[in-house]
């Protein structure tokens, strides 16, 4: 669904991956084609700029987190491909695509932590 950017005693602050200040590495499930899924703005897409037009994605693929960058675990879902466009003449494909989370609909979230991670102490 997103990112942690602060946490506090009682409280925290997450940033959306379709927030237009985020990017995610992500995986092609289908080929293993490796990209950056980055937020528009809008809840319910993503855009992929940047793939050469003779890129082998299609509509209803299904978009995992590749792992790359260590901060989200790799092969968890992230969107599918909704819209795949090329110009004649472009040398790059614009890419959408949709979360597979709801999220405006989330009441209840996993954060993922690292085992070197110490959250539980404050830095002094």
Known sequence: MGQLLWV?????AAILITD???ALPVQVNRSGLRAVAEGTGDINQLVIKHLSSAT???VGDLLVSSG????FPHGYPVARVTNVTVS???AFAIVQAAPTSR???GRHV???VPQSAELLEPET
């Open 56 to 58: 082998d994605i299609r």
């Open 110 to 112: 996993l954060v993922v």
């Open 8 to 12: 506090g005693e009682r409280s925290s």
């Open 88 to 90: 004649p003449g472009a």
């Open 103 to 105: 999220l405006d609909r």
């Open 68 to 71: 790359l960058g260590g901060r």
């Open 20 to 22: 237009g200040a985020h």
